[in-house]
Structure formats: C-alpha cells, structure tokens
C-alpha cells in the first residue's frame, strides 16, 4: 500500500484522508494484549501439521494415502519413495544498502523495464512523450499509475490458462493511485478547491488494472503491444455485484437502482489468484476518492450514520482528490456519497458501499465483466491470499483489514475444489466465490486462536444486536467490521501483505510500523519502544514494524497456533530492539510485500518512511522455518516478547535496492523461477518538482539504462533475469 504523502496539501487537515486513522471504537481485544497475555503464561508452542490441515492449507505437504484394500488381498507393493528435493539456498551476494536512484541488484542479475505509467496497450497511441499531452481518454489503453500487486497466468497457444507455462502469459497488475508529483499532467495537478474535469477524466482511468501479454525470447521479456488480451480496467469500468449482497438497498445507486452493478475499481493494492485461473485484485484506500456533504447525518437513518462512522466517511469531509468537484457530469457527481433526493436508487449516497470489495477479473476473456465477490466482506482489503487448492476440500482465501486495530478474515467456500474448473472463468468464480463462510481472526491468551463465523443469526448477528441491527447477510457482509466488532475479534496493527508457505501451510502476514507506541502501551505483541534517529529527527515507538505468522490446528480447521516471526530493525540497534539479530546484510524496516515462490522461498518487499536516511526501500529473500521455532526475548523497555528463529546471512539476505523515495511492491514469478517481477511504486515522490526547471526527486525508469537521463519519474514494473538463465535467488 502506499504511504499517501500529502496529495491535497491546499486542504484542512481534517479533510485529508488518513489511512492509519483508527476508526474502530470497540472494547475488542488488540493482539498485542493478547500475546502479553499469552506469553506471561509462558505457553510453548507444539506440534505440526496432521495430515487434515495439510489438505486445507498445502497440497506439497500431503502424503499420498492408501485406499481401503478390503478382504485378504495383499497390498500393492509401495512404489519407490521420490528423491527428497535438495534444500533450498540463497545463492546470491547481498545487496549493499543505497540510495542510489536506480534498482541494484545482485550481481549476476539484469534488470530490465516490461512498461511504465503511460505506456501504450496498443497501436494507435502515440509512445509517452514525457510532457503530459496525453488525451484522457487514451488512458482507457495506456498503463495506469501506482504499480502494485500482480500476478503471472501462464497462456497457452490455444489461448487458454497453462499453469506451467514460463516463456508466454499474462502479466495482471493493480494501479493502486496517481502519485505525486502528477507527472501525466502537464505540470502536475492544477491547483483549487474544484478540479479541472480533464485531469480527473485522465486520473479515473489511470486507476485500476492493467492485463498485458508478455513474451519471452530466450532472456527477455517484453509486453505484446497489441495483443487482443491487452485490456484496462479502470475507475470507470462496468462491474457486476454478485453473492449474498447482490441487490442489497445499500448497494442501490443511480446508476445500479437494483443494486446489482457498480462502477469502477479503486486503490486496488495487493492482489491473489484463484487456482481455476482468474485474477483478485483488492479494494483498499477508496476513501481517497470519496467526499461526502455537511449535514448528511440529518438525511441518514441511525444504522447508516453508524456503518458510514465505522467506515471512516463523516458528513462534510473532503476527499484528498476531489473528483467529485470536477463537474455535474455522472463521471465525476458519483464520488460524493452524499443523500441528495428521496431514495437512494436515486443518488450515489452508497458509492462507499460499492467499494472495499474483492474483485474478480478473467485475463483470459477480455470482453468479460469483472465481479464484486461480496461473500468475502467489505473492508479496507489489503489482498487475498489463497492457500493450495487441493481437491475434495474447500477453497480457502486469507485477508487482511489494512487499517490500524482492524482484524484478519479468512473466507471457507462452500463447494469443494474441482481441477476440472481449471480454466472455467467466471463460472469458476461464481462457484467458489459466491457461496461460503467468511470468519474473522481471534487470537486467544493461551497461544491459540479461532476462526469466528460472520454469518447472520449466529453469534448475535441479528436485528437484535445493539451494535448495529443487522438485518440479513447481505448486511452483515456489507458491513463486515461491525459484524467482527460484535464478535470479539482481535483488533490488529493495520495487516498488510500475507503469503501462504507451500512447505507447510503456514500463513504469514506483515504488520508495517507504530509511531505511536509509548511505554504506558508497550506488550508482549508490540514490545519495542525505543527512539530511532533519522538525521536530526527522532522516531519514536516501533518504527521498524514486524511480521506474525500462524499454523491451521491439525484436527479442527477453524483453530490456530501463531507466534511473531520476524522484527524489523538497523543492523547496528541495540538487541532489545533488532531482536531477531539482523546484520548489514539483511536489515529492512516497514515490512510490507510478501510473496512465497512454489520452491518455499519467501520474498519480503518495504514501504519504509524510518530507515530511508540511510537506504532506499529493498526486497528481501528468506528461508523460514516454522511456527514455534524462536524462543522468549525482552525488548527495548523491558518487556517480554516471543520472537522466531533469528535471522542469518542464510536465511534472510537483500536482494535488490530500489531508486529514490519509491516503494517497492508487487512480486510474480513465472513458473521456471527464471523471471521474476516487481513494481516500483512512486519514485521521487517526496520531492516537489520544478516543473519550469524540470527537477524532480528522482528521474526514474529513465535513467535505469543510462544514468544521464533525466525525465519525469514514473511507477514501472521491472523484470528481472540471471545472466547464466538459472532459476531467481538460488
């Protein structure tokens, strides 16, 4: 996700929109209470995964198992065991940290640029000409800004999804935001209270999804300018509701008075896949784009002032980009969730209900409408992460609420996996997305956890609730933090990326930073607090942020086991504050990306603000080992905490540094290992450009091949390749 600097410095305080704004008032739980709690007991972790847990969580932890022989017939003899595969290492030296404004990689790598903000799709587009004359329009077919999450789908000649392919597919990639410095306009965004109509028409659509097909010839990689596969999806595009809210009053608009469509997708940040071959991108800061009126409470019924509250959308609130303010025009009135006649078919006063879905799109129909899943919840979704699909079990997808003191869901579908869906689309999707149970995360004080089932007129998840009246599950899943409110879920630090261990099941997820940490709320789970120095500038809190992880129970899949895997920190702290010993060769903070490869390797990607005087933000490859595996340690101001395994240069190593003022996000990988993808995010972002001098804060991609360059910074996504062919990170 990104950080969102100052993007309406011209507006009150009270109207810029704070992604770390907390906007959950229940009496729930936090993690970190909950793990101080855990660890005062002293609780060992025990135990693996039985074979049960493995079939739901990872198919490459399964043993093959004998069928039911009956009589007196001898068993068939067991075939040979398979050769165990060599264990992993990172074969590769460590990147030194920078601040270079170019990608470093490891040596013996290549980097290249697959395309950038602005690219054409296809033929009829003038090539970026690096002054912002692009039409608005054309960015229907050009690449969007904000590179984020993505993922590789392997194509195949007959044009259909080939899991195995590595040398042909289609690359899918979330455009999270416009970043500053607004380099497709002219000179950067037209300054006043109301926006200019053109640049908002060119931002909507700069919005959203890209689908490209790649090609590899031998080494290189590159995008099939032209390909019928080629294809935008944007801030204005068709979409269809589908699942237990579709329909729903609160989805009703002018344009959708049946509350079965919307439009458009927003602030779409990581991302997950389906196993039948489709493509989840996430809705997260949505509120960047959504104004509503002064005295709209008055309009409201008391259960919409309540969801709109927990939501984060007070009356007369201003959103930081202002669309709503570029006209009358359908286009641009529809970002103002405001009640303006006399019913809601009949206005946008539920545009906010449209957004914070999963949303689902087939690359390989390019003419297909994507679908708002509804059966996965509405909330700030960071991603979706699926765990293995093994056959005969359900369908199991993990996310994270993105947003201080929010909560971890997980949806259970209700049919079970079928290979034979493989390739099936939409179809597929409506199969295993549309029917299911979605259940948010509790973390109990003795190291255990539970799975709390969000499903209406269970838990007290009914009209009689005093939280909120829910009225049907349509409702519960609309307002899904309500639902979690009521149930106890554990309020968490802002759940960002998580991955799914191929190894063993295990799910991990990052938790960036808290600069609100104080003694008086220092715990088990946040334990460190301690003033980091960034020049002159004192940090105070935990800066570094930190990554948890747990392990499905073995016999009963609606519990778990959990622990912190790994701190965040400067190599040279003092160790009660780099508890898990990191050196030069591998300190990071703010983790963010998280990316486990089919090997078992797991790729760690920063979004850092803390550590920037020193390095530019990095990707990380690491070996981890397994829930359990650490020890108890005290942190900086005396308190006790439970930490992994320590790191070392053989498990956790800096693979690449990215260019100046960026973030680096997004990660896929074909399925050789041989090429490898990321996204660099808002290069040159924290600086304000000179635009009659033209001087930016980084002058990145251009400058990647040839260091006396200098043009407009612009997200990109990068490829990377071993020079002697071999597989990436070993």
């Known amino acids: 996700m990104s950080k969102q600097h100052d993007i309406a410095a011209s507006q009150d305080a009270v109207n810029d929109y704070d992604e770390d704004a907390v906007v959950n008032p ?11 709690a855990r660890l005062s007991r002293r609780v060992a972790l025990k135990g693996g995964l039985s074979t049960t847990a493995a079939a739901l969580l990872g198919g490459s932890i399964l043993s093959a198992c004998g069928g039911d022989g009956g009589g007196d017939a001898a068993p068939a003899p067991a075939p040979a065991p398979a050769p165990a595969p060599a264990p992993l290492k990172i074969g590769f030296t460590a990147v030194a940290k920078n601040k270079n404004d170019l990608v470093t990689v490891a040596e013996g790598y290549n980097v290249s640029i697959l395309h950038a903000l602005g690219d054409p799709m296809h033929f009829g587009d003038e090539s970026w000409k690096d002054d912002g004359s692009e039409s608005a329009d054309s960015y229907n077919r050009r690449i969007g800004d904000g590179h984020d999450g993505m993922y590789w789908f392997g194509l195949s000649e007959t044009g259909s999804y080939d899991a195995k392919r590595s040398d042909r597919g289609l690359l899918a990639c979330n455009h999270e935001y416009v970043v500053a410095p607004y380099v497709m306009h002219p000179n950067g965004r037209s300054a006043g209270a109301a926006r200019n109509a053109a640049e908002v028409e060119k931002e909507i659509y700069a919005h959203g999804v890209s689908i490209v ?14 390909s019928r596969y080629n294809r935008r999806v944007t801030s204005a595009t068709t979409m269809d509701f589908t699942g237990p809210a579709k329909g729903n009053a609160q989805l009703q608009t002018l344009f959708s008075p049946t509350g079965v469509q919307t439009r458009g997708t927003n602030n779409n940040c990581a991302n997950g896949y389906t196993p039948w071959g489709t493509y989840l991108t996430c809705e997260e800061n949505y509120l960047n784009v959504i104004s509503r009126a002064a005295g709209d409470d008055a309009q409201r019924s008391a259960k919409e002032v309540v969801s709109l509250a927990r939501y984060g959308l007070p009356q007369n609130r201003k959103s930081p980009y202002l669309w709503d303010t570029a006209g009358s025009a359908d286009l641009f009135a529809r970002w103002n969730s405001s009640a303006t006649a006399g019913a809601a078919a009949a206005d946008y006063r539920n545009t906010i ?3 914070g879905w999963v949303v689902e799109i087939d690359p390989f129909a390019p003419d297909s409408t994507p679908a708002k899943r509804t059966a996965l919840g509405r909330f700030n979704h960071e991603g979706a992460w699926p765990a293995e699909a093994v056959a ?3 369908v199991v997808i993990y996310m994270g609420d993105d947003s201080r003191n929010e909560y971890i869901y997980k949806f259970v579908s209700k049919a079970n996996w079928d290979a034979a869906d493989v390739g099936k689309g939409m179809a597929a999707g409506a199969k295993y997305l549309d029917e299911g149970t979605l259940y948010v995360a509790r973390f109990n004080a003795d190291g255990s956890g539970t799975w709390l089932e969000l499903s209406f007129g269970k838990n007290g998840l009914d009209a009689a609730n005093t939280t909120y009246a829910f009225a049907d599950q349509g409702d519960v899943l609309i307002n899904a933090r309500l639902a979690a409110d009521v149930l106890g879920a554990t309020k968490m630090d802002r759940p960002e990326w998580g991955a799914v261990n191929p190894v063993n099941g295990e799910v991990y997820m990052t938790l960036t930073n808290n600069s609100t940490r104080t003694a008086a709320t220092a715990n088990a789970a946040n334990p460190r607090v301690y003033v980091d120095m960034k020049g002159t500038a004192s940090q105070a809190g935990n800066p570094n942020g930190h990554i948890i992880r747990w392990r499905e129970d073995a016999a009963d899949v609606t519990k778990m086991t959990w622990d912190v895997y790994l701190f965040g920190a400067q190599q040279d702290a003092a160790a009660d504050v780099n508890l898990s010993s990191l050196t030069d060769v591998n300190d990071f903070s703010s983790p963010d990306g998280l990316y486990f490869d089919k090997r078992g390797m797991l790729w760690i990607q920063t979004d850092d603000g803390a550590y920037t005087d020193v390095t530019n933000c990095m990707m990380l490859a690491a070996l981890p080992g397994k829930v359990g595996d650490g020890g108890v340690a005290t942190a900086a101001g005396g308190m006790q905490t439970r930490s992994g395994a320590k790191a070392t240069a053989d498990t956790l190593r800096r693979f690449l540094v990215g260019p100046k003022e960026c973030e680096i996000t997004g990660i896929a990988m074909t399925p050789d290992y041989k090429t490898l993808f990321f996204n660099v995010q808002h290069p040159g972002e924290d600086t304000a450009p000179d635009w009659a001098a033209k001087t930016f804060g980084s002058y990145w991609p251009a400058n990647q091949a040839d260091a006396t360059v200098k043009k407009r ?10 020079k002697d062919g071999g597989e990436i990170g070993l």
């Open 26 to 36: 229940s009496a729930n739980p936090h993690f970190e209470d909950i793990l101080a």
């Open 213 to 226: 097909e790649v090609k590899r010839d031998g080494g290189n990689a590159a995008m099939v300018r032209g």
């Open 353 to 355: 209900n449209t957004f």
């Open 392 to 394: 005969g079990k359900p």
């Open 713 to 722: 910074p612009r997200s990109a996504t990068v490829v990377i390749t071993r």
